[in-house]
C-alpha cells in the first residue's frame, strides 16, 4: 500500500557528516508532514525533525544547527542532512510520513524499517 524506504545510514567518524534519504512510494493521494525520529539501545523513539508540506520545519533542541530537514515534494522523498555527527547521535533513524493512500482510506502514519547510524572513533 504504502512504503518508506531508508537509505544512508552507515558508520561515521565523530566530526563527521552522513545524509539519510527515505522515499515514499505505493498508493499515495496525499501526503503530508514527514519528518525523522531516532531511537538508541534502551531509549524512547524521540523526534529529530519535520518538515510540512509548506516547508516548515521543526528540530529537537539537540540537534538545532547540525541537521538540516528538507523534502522533495515530486519524489515524496525526505532528506535529513547530518553534520558535525557525535556519539550520542549514534541510533536507529525511522522516517515517518502522514500519509492517506486513496478515498477508501483514512490519514495515517507510515513508517521506514530504520537504519542505523553510528558514530565512533
Known amino acids: 500500500q504504502v512504503q518508506l524506504v531508508e537509505s544512508g545510514g552507515g558508520l561515521v567518524q565523530p566530526g563527521g557528516s552522513l545524509r539519510l534519504s527515505c522515499a515514499a512510494s505505493?498508493?499515495?493521494?496525499?501526503?503530508?508532514?514527514m519528518g525523522w525520529y531516532r531511537q538508541a539501545p534502551g531509549k524512547q523513539r524521540d523526534l529529530v525533525a519535520t518538515i510540512t508540506i509548506s516547508g516548515s520545519t521543526n528540530y529537537a533542541d539537540s540537534v538545532k544547527g547540525r541537521f538540516t530537514i528538507s523534502r522533495d515534494g515530486a519524489k515524496n522523498t525526505v532528506y535529513l542532512q547530518m553534520t558535525s555527527l557525535k556519539p550520542e547521535d549514534t541510533a536507529v533513524y525511522y522516517c515517518e510520513a502522514r500519509v492517506r493512500p486513496d478515498w477508501n482510506s483514512d490519514w495515517n502514519d507510515y513508517w521506514g524499517q530504520g537504519t542505523q547510524v553510528t558514530v565512533s572513533s
Open positions: 505505493g498508493r499515495i493521494l496525499g501526503i503530508a508532514d
